[in-house]
Nanobody, 117 residues
Framework: QVQLVESGGGLVQAGGSLSLSCAASGNTFSISTMGWYRQAPGKQRELVARKSSSGNPIYADAVKGRFTISRDNLKKIVYLQMNNLKAEDTAVYYC???????????WGQGTQVTVSS
């Protein structure tokens, strides 16, 4: 089992910045990728960014150049720095980790990001 605790998020004006963090605990030695997904009202959950322990990060086209994902492999924390936020970035953001064995996914509780235009 892996437990995820998210922090950050909130309300910001368009063009502003927010940062999210997510700390993993429990069975963290078998974590493969760590990342962020989001779900806007009436839409499916979608990938925002993810990163393996040593590989290059992967970003959704909609956030490339504006969002940066990073992770502290020792502390098992993943961060998402969001700059130049747009109204369409408004969503609930979920932290995700995937285990090496079986590709099992764990999800955080979600944190609301609201961008006012």
């Amino acid at each position: 089992q892996v437990q995820l605790v998210e922090s950050g998020g909130g309300l910001v004006q368009a063009g502003g910045s927010l940062s999210l963090s997510c700390a993993a605990s429990g069975n963290t030695f078998s974590i493969s990728t760590m990342g962020w997904y989001r779900q806007a009202p009436g839409k499916q959950r979608e990938l925002v960014a993810r990163k393996s322990s040593s590989g290059n990060p992967i970003y959704a086209d909609a956030v490339k150049g504006r969002f940066t994902i990073s992770r502290d492999n020792l502390k098992k924390i993943v961060y998402l720095q969001m700059n130049n936020l747009k109204a369409e970035d408004t969503a609930v953001y979920y932290c995700n980790v995937r285990l090496v064995v079986g590709g099992v996914d764990y999800w955080g509780q979600g944190t609301q990001v609201t961008v006012s235009s």
